[in-house]
T-cell receptor, first 114, second 109 residues
Framework: EPEVTQTPSHQVTQMGQEVILRCVPI?????FYWYRQILGQKVEFLVS????????KSEIFDDQFSVERPDGSNFTLKIRSTKLEDSAMYFC????????????FGDGTRLSIL | RKEVEQDPGPFNVPEGATVAFNCTYS??????FFWYRQDCRKEPKLLMS???SGNEDGRFTAQLNRASQYISLLIRDSKLSDSATYLC??????????FGTGTRLQVFP
């Protein structure tokens, strides 16, 4: 069964450094998402992306965050200057279309900011 | 008021038991409804979509009550492998998934 893959599985970074999280969505999917989950808390939406542009973003997704689809397969989340509170599990998801279609999640990148 | 509310549990049940989880959502314009399952420190995995008429998938039955803004999940004949956190998820007028905090289920032998 095709799956969403994310790298790295764990990233440890010093506060203030830039970090790039990578995702390869399922190949025929057109809609891409990033979510995060702080330890012990609920999963929160960050951003959705379609047709090479952001469709929607949450309040969490401030100017420190950006997303990109640099080629036909990768979808990246960049955090420019990391803060301690950015420590979380970051999940990439993709879906084939809108209209009640389920989103399929990658197994996540654990980001630890020191 | 939280957008999606769930009893955090834990629900501790013996193998073979039937267990039910409930979820309420605050936005009456919510359009799509799902149950996801999350194992400890793993990604959410879709368990089932929830339809207005209710739907069943093997041992799992989901119900939606739009008037009461209430979703339920029933698990029959619980297995040890059902131990996980069950996430109630809704969407409004976009494809953004809005998650509840989850209900933890522990099935014991």
């Amino acid at each position: 069964e095709p799956e969403v893959t994310q790298t790295p599985s764990h990233q440890v970074t010093q506060m203030g450094q830039e970090v790039i999280l990578r995702c390869v969505p399922i190949s025929n999917h057109l809609y891409f998402y990033w979510y995060r989950q702080i330890l012990g808390q609920k999963v929160e939406f960050l951003v959705s992306f379609y047709n090479n542009e952001i469709s929607e973003k949450s309040e969490i997704f401030d100017d420190q965050f950006s997303v990109e689809r640099p080629d036909g397969s990768n979808f990246t989340l960049k955090i420019r200057s990391t803060k301690l509170e950015d420590s979380a599990m970051y999940f990439c998801a993709s879906s084939v279309q809108l209209s009640n279609q389920p989103q399929h999640f990658g197994d996540g990148t654990r980001l630890s900011i020191l | 008021r939280k957008e999606v509310e769930q009893d955090p549990g834990p629900f501790n049940v013996p193998e073979g038991a039937t267990v039910a989880f409930n979820c309420t959502y605050s936005n009456s314009a919510s359009q799509s409804f799902f149950w996801y399952r999350q194992d400890c420190r793993k990604e959410p995995k879709l368990l089932m979509s929830v339809y207005s008429s209710g739907n069943e998938d093997g041992r799992f039955t989901a119900q939606l009550n739009r008037a009461s803004q209430y979703i339920s999940l029933l698990i029959r004949d619980s297995k040890l492998s059902d131990s996980a956190t069950y996430l109630c998820v809704v969407t409004h007028n976009t494809d953004k998934l809005i998650f509840g905090t989850g209900t933890r289920l522990q099935v014991f032998p």
